[in-house]
């Protein structure tokens, strides 16, 4: 990486970290560009050659801070002993739901608009470093269960996404209309028939 290119890439972190604790403390709606770049250490200008407004560099913080999220999970079932495709799955999901439980901030941010709308559209128009990294990981996972043939995996992934985000919001936050733990056992079951529904069975003769 060349020294431009470096300069750029230190101003757009500088920016993705300005507006991820501005988001994080006052909300987006009261952060404004200004306030953004002004944090950051740069000028409004500046903003613009990167982001088009707040709300793109907000749906690109969520596909970036959920993929770390995801990144730590996967890293975590690299060293658990967890053979098989559904339960791996499962154990992703309780990775990332347990840390935003345990960063309710993180929470607020990430899981009300969390959707695979925001997220398709930020990996896909606007990959930079590993924002795109939840659809590498999943392809990793597969890649261990050859045997394993999914209809539509990409549907899949939407269904669990959207499910594990919406109804992880009520619960961890206000227990509504249980408690996460309680859920917990009925969110899996559910990502389990989502899995289910998409495996194709391997019916031809040996």
Do not use: C
């Not at 431009?4 to 230190?10: A, I, L, R, S, T």
């Not at 959707?115 to 896909?124: C, E, K, M, P, V």
């Amino acid at each position: 990486m060349g020294k431009v290119d470096e300069n750029k890439h230190q101003k757009m972190d500088a920016l993705f970290q300005s507006a991820y604790d501005l988001f994080l403390n006052q909300g987006i709606e009261k952060t404004s560009i200004s306030d953004i770049a002004k944090k950051a250490g740069v000028a409004k200008g500046t903003f613009y050659l990167y982001f088009a407004d707040k709300y793109e560099i907000r749906d690109r913080l969520i596909a970036r801070t959920a993929s770390r999220l995801f990144q730590r999970a996967h890293k975590a079932l690299e060293t658990a002993d967890i053979p098989e495709f559904e339960d791996k799955i499962i154990f992703i999901v309780d990775y990332v739901l347990n840390a935003m439980q345990e960063n309710k901030l993180i929470l607020r941010f990430i899981s009300k608009n969390l959707s695979w709308g925001i997220f398709r559209q930020a990996i896909t128009n606007n990959m930079q470093d590993d924002e795109g990294e939840i659809l590498a990981y999943f392809s990793n996972i597969l890649l261990d269960h050859p045997t394993i043939k999914l209809r539509a995996p990409e549907t899949m992934l939407f269904l669990i996404i959207e499910l594990a985000s919406s109804t992880s919001y009520s619960t961890i936050l206000d227990n509504d209309p249980m408690s996460f733990e309680e859920l917990k056992p009925y969110l899996n079951e559910s990502i389990r028939a989502i899995i289910r529904n998409h495996i194709i069975e391997d019916t031809a003769e040996n």
